[in-house]
């Protein structure tokens, strides 16, 4: 089985400044990692994806974020944040496709609100 | 790409009556996938359909809940004699089957059962 935790519920900061947006996952297979994006009353929009070779994984709007199979964490990163990255994210895992279809676990979700 | 359409969008409902969404995925793509999501809770994986075939149901998936793609394309998901934890929103996602690919998630459907 898999599980997800994001270590934040709510996470505030200030225009322009950085955010880590933390996440850490348990299986006992080999795993894909994503995050996710939700904005208000909006389905879900990938923002990144590990699935194989470099740990340092590059998404969208300038996120970024790095698997560590020691630490079993794939934190989510953005050096300088805007306030249109207001919204929810959501950290989920996968195991092999034979296994779990391509299903995604998800964490509760961290809700990152960005002030002026 | 028009992405993935769910109908409706909401749906207030009395507690006992039955409900019904449907969910259109990107033409090409063969995986589709329901989840729930409740209030302040990630997304939980409800069923999993492989063209027309269902091939996984989540234990939360109670005997009131049931899920088709009669033909491959379109699916639809019913809620029998709704209950107040129902309520949730209701999401569909659908990738292609080659490989490991993104998943396209629809809006939603949100449910209210008063």
């Known amino acids: 089985a898999q599980s997800v935790t994001q270590l934040d519920s709510q996470v505030p900061v200030f225009e322009e400044a950085p955010v880590e947006l933390r996440c850490n996952y348990s299986?006992?297979?080999?795993?894909?990692l994503f995050w996710y994006v939700q904005y208000p009353n909006q389905g879900l929009q990938l923002l990144l994806k590990?699935?194989?070779?470099?740990?340092l994984v590059k998404g969208i709007n300038g996120f970024e974020a790095e698997f560590n199979k020691s630490q079993t964490s794939f934190h989510l990163r953005k050096p300088s944040v805007h306030i249109s990255d207001t919204a929810e994210y959501f950290c989920?895992?996968?195991?092999?496709?034979?296994?779990?279809?391509?299903?995604?676990?998800f964490g509760q979700g961290t809700i990152l609100t960005v002030h002026p | 790409d028009t992405g993935v359409s769910q109908n409706p969008r909401h749906k207030i409902t009395k507690r006992g009556q039955n409900v019904t969404f449907r969910c259109d995925p990107i033409?090409?793509?063969?995986?589709l996938y329901w989840y729930r999501q409740t209030l302040g809770q990630g997304p939980e994986f409800l069923t999993y359909?492989?063209?027309?075939?269902?091939?996984?149901k989540s234990r939360l998936l109670s005997d009131r809940f049931s899920a088709e793609r009669p033909k491959g394309s379109f699916s639809t998901l019913e809620i029998q004699r709704t209950e107040q934890g129902d309520s949730a929103m209701y999401l569909c996602?659908?990738?292609?089957?080659?490989?490991?690919?993104?998943?396209?998630f629809g809006q939603g459907t949100r449910l209210t059962v008063v």
């Open positions: 299986s006992s297979v080999s795993v894909y």
């Open positions: 989920a895992v996968s195991g092999s496709l034979r296994t779990s279809y391509g299903k995604l676990t």
């Open positions: 033409s090409e793509h063969n995986r």
């Open positions: 996602a659908s990738s292609r089957s080659t490989g490991f690919t993104e998943a396209f």
């Open positions: 359909f492989q063209n027309e075939a269902q091939l996984e």
């Open positions: 590990y699935l194989s070779g470099s740990t």
